[in-house]
């Protein structure tokens, strides 16, 4: 049986071979003017249904403006076909000083990122961009993948040398540090982050562990033997793929929180008719969205601060008003100066626009 991962790398392998057949296209077709279809379609490996469709879909590629006199033109005669406008395509690329600057930067970027595959072809790309740019591809620009690039050496070794490892991981969803020992398969970038896909021991099932929230790792020595039940993850939408066995989380939103929506998968987002303004519009929303478990709930939603309310579950909400009121008390019972000081009520963790939201809603 094919493997999701397998079918989302087929896709990408699909999209990657169709826009190089387009780029290569209109050369082939301007050289050839007047040419059947079926020798077309012939020289360049595909069907002629196929060709048929490459050249619907240059119809609507063009230059900026994308209207008429900007797009790709071409005449049909009968099963011959030739390119009456090619929208520019024909001639050298020339880049501006920002495009090169921004190019270089790019595979840099690139060429820094961990399991990266086609180094090599990325290299001889920036080579050539760095060539053409001259003095301006030494600008002082230094690209870096943000920390734990030992780490994630370590783990990619790991996988490499087929040994399992016995690593410290904080889990963000309940607020723990746990020991396991895991037999690591693969080491993946998913939205900027590293992860190691690896069968955990303890928990019996296939794991994505944050590279970042990994706090130290020993290479044991005994080989990595993941089951025969061990399978991959299909992560083509990312780490976190909400189910209906997960809790669902109803809340009432107000402006300055509504980035959640963005940020975070939801099943349901609609003005709440209770609170419109003048003009109809809603100045609060409903949101709901499923969370791996209600600890990480809670911790949204006091990060949040008065601007949200539960909606529902009954259970959550009683966390929140359980937990802000004990934080409450922690505050009125503070010793005055020169006394010891009480506990430090437990900090709540805030969620942070721009961090990855499979990282707190979806790793384990």
Known sequence: MTRP??????????????LARLLNLVPYLLARPGIEMSEAAADLGVTERQLREDLELLWVCGLPGYGPGDLIDMAFDG????ITYDAGIDRPLRLTPDEALALVVALRMLAETPGMANRDAIERALAKIENAAGELADAPVAVRMPGDSDRVAALHGAVQRGRALQITYYAATRDETTERTVDPIRVLMVGGLAYLE??????????????????????????????????????????????????LVTLRVGRSSRWITEYYPCERVEPDPGSADADGAG????????????????????GLGPDVTVVAPVELAEQVRERAAAALDAYATLPSA????????????????????AATAGSH
């Open 5 to 18: 991962a397998q079918r989302s790398g087929a896709a990408a392998r699909t999209s990657a071979d169709r």
């Open 79 to 82: 099963d011959r076909v030739t």
């Open 198 to 247: 690896a069968w955990c021991r303890r928990a019996e099932s296939m794991r994505l562990f944050r590279a970042d929230r990994i706090d130290a790792l020993v290479e044991l020595d005994q080989p990595a033997a993941p089951p025969p039940q061990a399978r991959l993850h299909d992560v083509s939408a990312g780490i976190f793929r909400p189910d209906g066995d997960l809790p």
């Open 283 to 302: 100045r609060e929303w409903l949101v709901s969205l499923r969370v791996t478990d209600l600890d990480w709930a809670r911790r949204l939603v006091l």
């Open 338 to 357: 020169g006394a010891p000081r009480a506990a430090a009520p437990e900090p709540v963790g805030v969620p942070v626009p721009g961090a990855s939201p």
